[in-house]
DNA sequence: ATTACTAGCAAGCGAGTAT
DNA sequence: TATACTCGCTTGCTAGTAA
């Protein structure tokens, strides 16, 4: 699951399933991990019981419970325990990440169809220009490519990106509000889209910005379809 | 905790706790998260009990649960439910990843120690010397740097590193074994650490090999400290 | 001090079944 | 068919306390 992991210095061998059985062990686990990956953890029963909220019993029943599952070693003595996570534990922590990160962070394409704005792109990109120019490095062709996008997946795309802020400003005795927007490439062309505070636009429709004019460079028409990475 | 949010698409003002509540509701919303994490989810609770091994009645349980933690929206019907994960719930998971990822992939510095070797280094590092050109990239200086090193680090280390593999083969009427290795950097200069199959030193000492002599072109000595990168 | 057993109690599960 | 309520039973918790 994209965890590469190296049996030789684990020694693990098989991992059978990606989280640990009864789940609210697992926060025990996690503690333990955080306390030490690979080092001897030494604690009490009463100090991990008041961290994870529970009772020293319970703690006590925990531990042991993780040790029968061959997650934890454990010794315990009249002065606390000490324990170290086992390769099977580590390779259930990768495989809950790994778990995660397919979830979280997958494909970051996302495919969108070009639309008609109502023509005030142009008006906009205008007075944004120099503060375009700043935040994303390239000078924007003073028009925009409206895309109609899967919204879901943008929502994907944003969370793998790095948001760029474009600060307000006042101009022609008027304001202008700040918007986010992200590098994004169109094909091959690298660009931006731009997320507007406020905007005339139904929430599935963003705007594009980029060198030159891409309807007339890469020959758009409205429905064409395109994919941003 | 190095994931970022953008609450304007989002709508995230406030998550609570890294993992939510109640552990075994955990198992249902990855398993909605897998589905679907921005889009509406269509099942029927007896399907999904079958997936996650629980009754029919739990699951319904289950779902109300979630909802009533602001976690789905969840609407039923009486040919199933509907669902779709909120910005809670998303953050919940995104928490979830950064705790899993600051406890599994930490810094990739690992502090060593020069120790002397036994000498067989150089013999060995001669015999393989094609193979490991062509594995690492750089003809290596006919002898090792043998550095103890703190154990849990390394490990650490590895697990965020890719392996290379140097095969064995036959030469001069004996076999020579296969060994792993890891590109890896000692303070500014290039090398790699070699983990031999068989070793004779302790476990805590490992082999480093560069283009050049380091003990020399560092001033090393034994006891110099030094970072592997 | 500790860990951990016992026992009584609370929470959670799921078969039957209402809606 | 669905979802979801009831209720008997199991699992798991923690106070008391032994070791």
Redesign the interface.
């Known amino acids: 699951m994209g ?4 049996s ?3 020694n693990v061998t098989y991992i059978s399933n990606p ?1 640990i059985p009864q ?2 062990k ?2 025990l686990l ?1 503690y333990l ?2 306390r ?4 001897e953890i030494n604690s009490t029963t009463a100090s991990v019981s008041k961290a994870l909220k529970t009772s020293q019993q319970t703690v006590s029943r925990w531990l042991r419970i993780l040790a029968d599952q061959g997650l934890i070693e454990l010794e315990t003595t009249n002065t606390g325990f000490s324990t170290t996570l086992t390769p099977k534990a ?1 390779g259930s ?2 495989d ?2 790994a ?3 397919d ?2 962070q997958p494909k970051t394409e996302v495919k969108g169809k070009v639309v008609s704005g109502v023509g005030e792109g142009r008006y906009y990109v205008e007075r944004y220009m120099d503060r375009l120019e700043k935040a994303f490095g390239f000078k924007p062709y003073p028009g925009t490519l409206n895309l109609k996008i899967d ?2 997946r943008l ?2 795309f ?2 793998n990106e ?2 760029v802020r474009v600060q307000g400003f006042k101009k022609e005795g008027r304001e202008f509000g700040a918007l ?1 927007g992200m590098h994004a490439q169109l094909g091959n062309v690298k660009g931006a889209i731009l ?1 507007p ?1 406020r905007t005339s636009h139904p929430e599935d429709i963003i705007e594009f910005i980029a060198p030159n004019n891409l309807r007339r460079q890469l020959k758009l028409k409205d429905n064409s379809e395109v994919k941003l990475r």
Chains 1, 2 share one sequence.
């Open positions: 965890i590469t992991r190296y030789f210095l684990l989280f789940a609210m697992r926060d996690l991990a955080k030490g990956l690979f080092e580590i922590l990768q809950g990440l778990e995660l990160k979830i979280l919204m879901p929502r994907m944003c969370m790095r948001m986010d997320f505070k």
